[in-house]
């Protein structure tokens, strides 16, 4: 019984096989992680001291900011690579990859460039808020970001992978960047005493020594006719890719500015208190989006092979699979709803008391989130996101406006700043749907076919 409901499950198109084998390892990989996640975190605060932490934390998240400085390239490569494959075309495919590579790597030369020469003006212990140990701040800061430099590059072969259909090993790639971490942050624990440096320099290389044996591996192997290489390096692609690739960058951008607004808005009208109150609730429903992020995640690139190859029929049976998933999830959310106050009282218990209105528009805007994301990633997939990058940029524009309206004019508090995301979200919940039947449908005209 066991067998035939093993074989049931993975039979079907080849294309779909492939998506519920990434999403099972996906799912594997990510409890892991998880794992990983609650082991290191009291690791590294025993080791550090919980300032020390924090500021790692807030070098990381800044340095992080500079990911966006591939202006899109990443999803650029990663549509015309999976295109140029679906077509057969592995010349193409190898020229898109060879030129990625190459404009990155001058984008890292120049960020270094610039870093090196700001770097002497900048007042760290300010930056950081710290007048401890600056000059090791310094020094770390220095080398975290010269080694960012370098895992700016080699990180594009997560790209490829994903292209590739195969999420999964860029999910391990990350998995044993973690357990690595831990390792080895467990091994400063007992040879060396608290020093942000050692950790600081332990982490940045290896996250960029993983990704780069992985790169020897993948273009020794399986990738090797796509390895990047000098004579296939065409800057005339640049600008197909760049094409797309700006256009992702900006509704990425726009979706951050969303993002990291809203805990400082809450900071600054209501306190910071009221922030933690909300990150709870949100972490708590973001759960659900976490798990549906990973069973769509896959079709992207199975969408822009497919949609190559005019293969709507997959397109619309995949779809339909990932709607009725969502009921599920929708289901879930609601149980989650139902028993929130005891899942809060059990993970928190009376160290914050959230309210169960805010838990309500947090349900609502996880169910409306998840069902973009079913049509997301096959527009995202077949390079039809014109609409949503205005969509994208028009939220951005009144997200912060509405959600001050709401917390303060209307005393709607934390969750005011919610119900304006909520609000916002909306008018892609209702143009997407109805720009996937058109496209699948060959109805798609002007605006909605761009």
Known sequence: MIRNLFNSFFSGHER???????????????????????????????????????????????????????????????????????????????????????????????????????????????????????????????????????????????????????????????????????????????????SLLYLGASFSLINLIIPFLASIWAFNGRYKSYSPSFKNIDFSKAKELLNLGVRFFITQVAAIIVAATDNIIISQLIGNEDVAVYNVSYKYFGVMNMVFTIITAPYWSAYTEAYTKNDMEWVKQATLKIIKLWFIVIIGIIIMLLFSNNAYQLWIGDRLAIPFNLSIVMALWVIVSTSTMIFANFLAGVNKIQLSLYHAIFVSIINIPLSIYFAKNLAMGSTGVILATLIGIIPRAIFQPIQYWKIVNGKAKGIWNK
Do not use: M
Not at 19 to 48: E, H, M, Q
Not at 147 to 152: G, I, K, L, S, Y
């Open 16 to 194: 779909t096989i492939r998506a519920k084998k990434n999403i099972i390892g996906s799912f594997l990989l990510k409890g892991i992680s998880i794992i990983i996640s609650l082991l290191l975190v009291p690791l590294t605060i025993d080791y550090l001291n919980p300032t020390k932490y924090g500021i790692w934390l807030t070098l990381s998240s800044v340095i992080g900011w500079f990911v966006f400085f591939d202006i899109g390239l990443g999803n650029g490569l990663r549509n015309k690579f999976a295109i140029a494959k679906a077509e057969g075309n592995d010349l193409l495919a190898k020229v898109f990859v060879s030129t990625t590579y190459a404009i990155i790597t001058l984008i890292a030369v120049g960020l270094f460039v610039v870093f090196f020469i700001v770097n002497q003006f900048l007042d760290w212990g300010l930056i950081l808020n710290t007048s401890n140990e600056v000059r090791e701040i310094e020094q770390l800061v220095f080398i975290v970001f010269s080694v960012f430099c370098f895992q700016f590059i080699i990180k594009l072969i997560n790209v490829v992978f994903i292209a590739d259909q195969r999420p999964v090993i860029s999910s391990l790639i990350n998995t044993l960047g973690s357990l690595f971490s831990l390792i080895v942050v467990f091994i400063l624990t007992k040879t060396t005493h608290g």
